[in-house]
């Protein structure tokens, strides 16, 4: 079945410095991508989605790229911020399903 | 209030009780999930409904029950409490956008069962 696999956490980083967490899925048709974050004691919040291959998919300096080759859509940011802290977690939607399926999430922790 | 919401926000049970989890949406969205959040398994799908009186199972279905009366309201049942149930539960909804199945996701009910 479809799956997703995230870099373990926690990430702990200064602030400024440079942010890649990876994700790769395996999918049995063509998926649409996305990142979610979850802020302490909230809900998920969408952070940015691609749906074919090659698309960027950006929000708040966040970005990540379909890639379908590699099967993978790494989730970057150029320079973290204290209030980039949460937990990341990248998800499929396979064509023709509405369900998501989700990675395990990885912590970021960002120090000032 | 506009979105979606959970109720309660926070629940403590005894184990063997029946509790209910309630989730309201006001975009009218077609589709409903019940997700539960535990450390080291992410967010696994207990079950979720396409329109009102079609539900179907998630990755994790056993031990709870849902209905869907209405297009705004997905109640989760726990018909008999078990501590491995002690998780916090996440609603969302969503609305039939071909192009994503992008999700919204409610603020989350912390369920104790002791």
């Known amino acids: 079945g479809d799956s997703v696999t995230q870099m373990e956490g926690p990430v702990t980083l200064s602030e400024e410095a440079f942010l890649t967490i990876n994700c790769t899925y395996t999918?049995?048709?063509?998926?649409?991508l996305f990142w979610y974050v979850q802020y302490p004691g909230e809900g998920l919040q969408l952070l940015l989605k691609?749906?074919?291959?090659?698309d960027k998919g950006s929000n708040k300096g966040f970005e990540a790229t379909y890639r379908k080759e590699t099967t993978s859509f790494h989730l970057e940011k150029g320079s973290v911020q204290v209030s980039d802290s949460a937990v990341y977690f990248c998800?499929?939607?396979?064509?023709?399903?509405?369900?998501?399926?989700f990675g395990t999430g990885t912590r970021l922790l960002v120090s000032p | 209030d506009a979105g979606i919401t959970q109720s309660p926000r926070y629940k403590i049970t005894e184990t063997g009780r029946q509790v209910t989890l309630m989730c309201h949406q006001t975009?009218?969205?077609?589709?409903m999930f019940w997700y539960r959040q535990d450390l080291g398994h992410g967010l696994r799908l207990i079950y979720y409904?396409?329109?009102?009186?079609?539900?179907d199972k998630g990755e994790v279905p056993d031990g709870y029950v849902v209905s869907r009366s209405k297009t705004e309201n997905f109640p989760l049942t726990l018909e008999s409490a078990t501590r491995s149930q002690t998780s916090v539960y996440f609603c969302?909804?969503?609305?039939?956008?071909?192009?994503?199945?992008?999700?919204?996701f409610g603020p989350g009910t912390r369920l104790t069962v002791t």
């Open positions: 999918a049995t048709g063509y998926p649409s």
């Open positions: 998800a499929l939607s396979d064509r023709g399903f509405q369900k998501l399926v």
């Open positions: 975009w009218s969205h077609s589709y």
């Open positions: 691609a749906t074919k291959a090659d």
């Open positions: 409904s396409a329109a009102a009186d079609i539900t």
């Open positions: 969302a909804s969503s609305g039939v956008d071909l192009s994503s199945y992008e999700q919204y």
